[in-house]
């Protein structure tokens, strides 16, 4: 499957411990971003990658959250003290070439947290 | 205000209906669109782009209004595999996309 790739699928963990979730993107592509959508809602930017580069972060990334994308290819995103407001899908996605207005963007399936 | 604002439905509509879907977006700088679909539990897929002309695929329609900032989407013939949230989506100027809350829509038989 040359798709992107999330893992894990589910992460289900208490209040206040670290997860990490990885994004594997198409291989050629060197624009990555993250997405947060709760239930009901349409996903929210979080923060995007150049090649290694975060060019972007969007307010709702506290200082809790963390991403990287240490050699240009996979990235990790990384959710410090977890709360219960943070159960949501992480969505990731990747974007090929120089971007352009109507360059398609493809999801991964997506990472499921539960924070109880 | 959101910047893109979608009635989240849901419509429930018989096979064969016709429907249609309405997004607003709030900054006129836009430059790109798109209609996303989004199965229960799943990750959202591009349905297609909505170009300042219109356009067509298959059963689709998308439509754009730049001075009214409007979008829309229709589906003739509704099917019951059409059952799904539809995302409307803006590009900005990064190409994060900023999504609608999305429009829950079923098919019945």
């Known amino acids: 499957d040359t798709g992107v790739s999330q893992d894990p699928r589910h992460k289900i963990t208490k209040r206040g411990q670290n997860v990490t979730f990885r994004c594997d993107p198409i291989?050629?592509?060197?624009?990555l971003y993250w997405y947060r959508q709760t239930l009901g809602q349409g996903p929210e930017f979080l923060t995007y990658?150049?090649?290694?580069?975060?060019?972007?972060k969007s307010r709702l990334l506290s200082d809790r959250f963390s991403a990287e994308r240490p050699k240009g290819s996979f990235s990790t995103l990384e959710i410090q003290r977890t709360e219960q407001g943070d159960s949501a899908m992480y969505l990731c996605?990747?974007?090929?070439?120089?971007?352009?207005?109507?360059?398609?963007?493809?999801f991964g399936p997506g990472t499921r947290l539960t924070v109880l | 205000r959101k910047e893109v604002e979608q009635d989240p439905g849901p419509f429930n509509v018989p096979e064969g209906a016709t429907v249609a879907f309405n997004c607003t977006y709030s900054?006129?700088?836009?430059?790109?669109f798109f209609w996303y679909r989004q199965d229960c539990r799943k990750e959202p897929k591009l349905l297609m782009s909505v170009y300042s002309s219109g356009n067509e695929d298959g059963r689709f329609t998308a439509q754009l209004n730049r001075a009214s900032q409007y979008i829309s989407l229709l589906i003739r013939d509704s099917k019951l595999s059409d059952s799904a949230t539809y995302l409307c989506v803006v590009n900005s100027d990064t190409d994060k996309l900023i999504f609608g809350t999305g429009t829950r829509l079923q098919v019945f038989p």
């Open positions: 990658f150049q090649n290694e580069a975060q060019l972007e």
């Open positions: 996605a990747s974007l090929g070439g120089a971007g352009g207005p109507y360059n398609e963007q493809f």
């Open positions: 291989s050629e592509h060197n624009r």
């Open positions: 900054n006129s700088a836009s430059q790109s």
